[in-house]
């Protein structure tokens, strides 16, 4: 037990020390004022403001123990792979801070560390995706409220980049329905933009898919990728040819997938993707048969 624990328990105790006994004289002095006049006044309502007083007192000096609400919470945003760093400004009367997590900013925050005696905490048990933060401040008395949220997300790798790369650009072509056939078409995104198609023949297939701020997934999901880019593909009579183009990425993750592809009988054969993430300076080349 520690120092604040005494003092609450002896200002509790005195309380209800003082205020039984002032009850008892209250009790007592009606019975004695019962069918005369009060010759004091308002005198018998002197234990009444005392009590008062005592309770009011007790609460404030309470309240005032209480550790205030954490401020400048703040998570990275892919600065470190696989984790997020959560910090925060020290709270007035905290001992220490329990930090909590949800995967939307109106969701349910699930506690994920507590008794953190420091002003930061290092999250690493996070898959990739969007997370909020918040965090409560606490000591011997009681606790803060919940503190502003702030959002943050770990750092991946380019190849967890590219899988997550390939959940929307996936999505987009199974929109279409005329994939291997002449024409064109054209599918709009679920959140946002579209997904075009152009197939023609002059001797040799020639295919065009086109990215237009096309996204599956809203911004509090995990997954959220915007995808900009033209890809082209050109095959001769059997359906050997290549995919070439480029698909720039905004969102939570953003960078660009380059495509160096060899088809054979219409199907990919061989090549890489080249990807690089923003904030990086060499490409990470990525099999063609990578999943």
Known sequence: MTQFVYIDIIITVLTLILSAGMLVWLVRFLKKANGREFRKGLAWL?????????????????IMRLPGEPSGVDATDGQYIGKVVVQWKPAPNA?????????????????IASNVSETSFIDTSVPPGQYYYKVIASNDVGKSLKSVEDPGHPGITDFEFFSLYRQTEQGGIKKLKKVGELGHEIEPGAV??????????DGRAHVTSRYSSYCDFTRDHGNHMVLNGTLQTETDMLGNGTVQGRVDVTGHYSGYVRYNLAVAHKKK???????LQSGGNKETAVPWNYE
């Open 46 to 62: 002197l234990p009444i403001v005392v009590i008062s007083f005592i309770d009011v007192f007790v609460c404030i000096s309470i």
């Open 269 to 275: 054969s061989g090549g890489y993707y080249s990807v």
């Open 95 to 111: 001992k220490a801070y329990t930090v909590l997590r949800a995967t939307s900013q109106d969701g349910t925050y699930d506690e």
């Open 192 to 201: 946002e933009g579209s997904i075009s198609y152009n197939a023609m023949f």
